[in-house]
């Protein structure tokens, strides 16, 4: 028979197993580089540890790693596996020929499983202002994760503890430097914005950028000069010709003898 002093220890070993097994348990980045082209390139990376996968695997769950394949498979996305150590996870790779189609791609509730549906209407609005000499571009929207919480038969807290060891980040690479963000952190180049995704809960992202329109700008550079060298010969040929002008009104009249 178990004396109660021996069942608190028991209890507190298992807790504390429990908390080691699942700290740091899930990792991912879902990086978005957007070219100066206007397109887009989506590399994305979800990884789990070694232990938990074998942990849901012995539970009578489907194994998570050919789950979230599929998953991201179904989006169009070129996928392959990884392992990282202790992490055993997929990494995720699709180009898109226009950026605003990025909102359609953000990670979401159903990246992690592909029965639940995401509200359209709280996908990232990423919009284009084309003006002649500069884009500018607009990320504005948020990533919806609060269909990622405990269910009621969490009773000893397990679901909970797993969540808050889920480290999600959405990292956004730009061709220039951002006016506006509010971003959680910005790397060390300055055009690289990272947010913490947080479980059971909306992520606001908001960014904007402007970016040179390269081509416009020459143009309008060497049209400048054109006109101005124009301008030059012009004065220039107008200062000859009164030069010429006044020489020849000073000249002496010819003599008839």
């Given at each position: 028979?178990?004396?109660?002093?021996?069942?608190?220890?028991?209890?507190?070993?298992?807790?504390?197993?429990?908390?080691?097994?699942?700290?740091?348990?899930?990792?991912?980045?879902?990086?978005?580089?957007?070219?100066?082209?206007?397109?887009?390139d989506l590399d994305y990376k979800?990884?789990?540890?070694?232990?938990?996968?074998?942990?849901?695997?012995?539970?009578?769950?489907?194994?998570?790693?050919?789950?979230?394949?599929?998953?991201?498979?179904?989006?169009?996305?070129?996928?392959?596996?990884?392992?990282?150590?202790?992490?055993?996870?997929?990494?995720?790779?699709?180009?898109?020929?226009?950026?605003?189609?990025?909102?359609?791609?953000?990670?979401?509730?159903?990246?992690?499983?592909?029965?639940?549906?995401?509200?359209?209407?709280?996908?990232?609005?990423?919009?284009?202002?084309?003006?002649?000499?500069?884009?500018?571009?607009?990320?504005?929207?948020?990533?919806?994760?609060?269909?990622?919480?405990?269910?009621?038969?969490?009773?000893?807290?397990?679901?909970?503890?797993?969540?808050?060891?889920?480290?999600?980040?959405?990292?956004?690479?730009?061709?220039?430097?951002?006016?506006?963000?509010?971003?959680?952190?910005?790397?060390?180049?300055?055009?690289?914005?990272?947010?913490?995704?947080?479980?059971?809960?909306?992520?606001?992202?908001?960014?904007?950028?402007?970016?040179?329109?390269?081509?416009?700008?020459?143009?309008?550079?060497?049209?400048?000069?054109?006109?101005?060298?124009?301008?030059?010969?012009?004065?220039?040929?107008?200062?000859?010709?009164?030069?010429?002008?006044?020489?020849?009104?000073?000249?002496?009249?010819?003599?008839?003898?």
């Amino acid at each position: 028979m178990l004396i109660p002093g021996k069942l608190r220890w028991i209890s507190l070993i298992a807790s504390l197993s429990i908390f080691i097994l699942l700290t740091g348990c899930v990792k991912g980045d879902f990086h978005v580089t957007v070219n100066k082209d206007g397109s887009a390139d989506l590399d994305y990376k979800l990884g789990m540890q070694a232990q938990l996968i074998g942990l849901m695997s012995g539970n009578g769950q489907n194994d998570p790693i050919s789950e979230l394949k599929t998953n991201f498979e179904k989006q169009g996305f070129s996928v392959s596996q990884y392992r990282d150590g202790d992490y055993i996870g997929v990494a995720a790779k699709k180009h898109l020929n226009n950026s605003e189609e990025i909102g359609n791609a953000l990670p979401s509730q159903n990246i992690l499983n592909q029965n639940q549906k995401s509200n359209s209407s709280e996908m990232m609005n990423f919009s284009q202002d084309k003006g002649f000499f500069f884009t500018t571009y607009r990320y504005n929207g948020s990533v919806d994760l609060t269909d990622m919480k405990p269910d009621d038969k969490d009773t000893m807290g397990i679901q909970q503890m797993m969540l808050k060891q889920i480290d999600l980040k959405l990292t956004l690479s730009l061709p220039v430097k951002a006016d506006m963000q509010n971003a959680s952190r910005v790397l060390p180049d300055q055009q690289t914005y990272q947010w913490d995704l947080i479980p059971g809960t909306k992520g606001e992202v908001i960014l904007q950028a402007k970016v040179p329109n390269i081509t416009n700008i020459m143009i309008c550079s060497i049209a400048l000069l054109l006109i101005i060298g124009v301008i030059v010969v012009t004065f220039i040929k107008n200062r000859q010709r009164k030069a010429a002008a006044s020489l020849s009104s000073h000249e002496p009249p010819l003599s008839l003898e």
